[in-house]
């Protein structure tokens, strides 16, 4: 194929959306002539920005309602359908951005349905390894292989980062006044069962104080100011209850701060500048591999083979299995649960990830400074 003219399409979260960047790198290896655009949900189109070889960025409002969506889909399928790609790659597609893909009228198109056991509706290649499990990545690279393209398996995402956002991350890092080695904790997450406790996390920061002699960064999102008041209450509470020394309380708690809301270009410096950034399995995670980053996450109900797709060396994660409460899994496929809250088994999945193993693991792979002896 030499296609002159391309658009991938990933309308999904933030983590799924930093995975696309892998495949249209390849892309735009393989097609160095080709015009490439992308449609992701407006919130992700900064990801892009900065990464060479994109040609345009289409997006659609990342908060509609089912039919507000359909609108949306429907108008951007007609300015689509003029700009006469050659061809679609539809990355995780649902039945929606399928239609999407085939309204644009391209006569080469990629589709891939996640689904392991869904047909492929509206592709005109055939996407080799259908209902083989893979790591989600893999997937995506098979929606770009199916072009023809020779893709090694391993890749992971780049995200870009521009000077000027390098410098203002260093700018709020130095406010903040924590020094190095910098944990960051991704306190985040889709559902509350994704998450680790917050105590833990209160407990870890202070470890990392006393251990390693460095700061500790809590992140969220712009929704989440309740989730960091819920951390920094634990530190103070966890200090309280363990040191009766009031200097030693004020010196780790002076190591300790959290943010929340940052853009997501900034968040990507922030990433970049720390040590390394240990959390739930959520977006941020993704991102902070895509700034080189060492990572440390923490699973629970879902398996880490599909959604972690990094090598352990560098971005260990820590999991428990064979859970007998995990029961949602298509048969021969990893047992993962989809509940929202655990209120049966006392979110023992989560609970059993103890403190000593992630510090251990964020000592083992954290980015030291030059002028520390590791």
Request: a positive charge.
């Amino acid at each position: 194929m030499a296609p002159k003219k391309i658009l991938a399409i990933k309308l999904r979260s933030m983590g799924d959306t930093v995975l696309m960047i892998a495949p249209i790198l390849e892309m735009t290896r393989s097609f160095p002539q080709a015009e490439i655009d992308i449609a992701v949900l407006d919130i992700w189109a900064p990801l892009f920005e900065g990464m060479p070889g994109i040609h345009r960025i289409w997006t659609i409002p990342h908060s509609l309602g089912r039919y507000s969506r359909l609108m949306e889909l429907t108008r951007l399928a007609l300015r689509l359908r003029k700009e006469k790609y050659d061809c679609v790659v539809n990355f995780h597609a649902s039945p929606s951005t399928a239609k999407l893909s085939f309204a644009t009228g391209a006569p080469c198109r990629s589709i891939h349905f996640h689904g392991h056991y869904d047909r492929d509706h509206f592709s005109t290649v055939e996407i080799p390894g259908k209902g083989t499990l893979k790591p989600v990545i893999e997937r995506d690279m098979d929606t770009v292989r199916a072009l023809g393209i020779h893709v090694p398996a391993g890749l992971t995402p780049q995200v870009y980062l521009r000077p000027s956002e390098e410098a203002e991350a260093q700018t709020l890092l130095d406010r903040f006044g924590i020094p190095k080695p910098i944990l960051a904790l991704n306190l985040g997450a889709s559902r509350p069962t994704k998450s680790w406790p917050i105590e833990r996390y209160g407990s870890l920061a202070i470890e990392w104080c006393r251990k390693e002699k460095g700061g500790v960064l809590a992140i969220a999102g712009p929704s989440e100011e309740p989730l960091i008041r819920t951390f920094l209450n634990s530190i103070d509470d966890l200090l309280l209850a363990n040191f009766s020394d009031t200097h030693t309380r004020a010196q780790i708690r002076s190591r300790i701060t959290a943010t929340h809301g940052l853009s997501l270009r900034i968040l990507a410096a922030v990433m970049s500048k720390v040590s390394v950034v240990a959390g739930n399995d959520s977006g941020p995670k993704h991102l902070a591999v895509a700034v080189n980053t060492p990572t440390v996450t923490l699973f629970g109900p879902e398996h880490p083979f599909e959604w972690h797709p990094y090598p352990k060396e560098r971005h260990p994660y820590l999991f428990t299995e064979s859970l007998p409460c995990r029961k949602d899994a298509d048969p021969g496929m990893p047992a993962w649960c989809g509940i929202f809250e655990c209120e049966t088994e006392e979110h023992k999945c989560m609970r059993l990830i103890g403190v000593d193993s992630v510090f251990n693991e964020c000592k083992r792979v954290a980015k030291r400074p030059t002028n520390q002896i590791t």
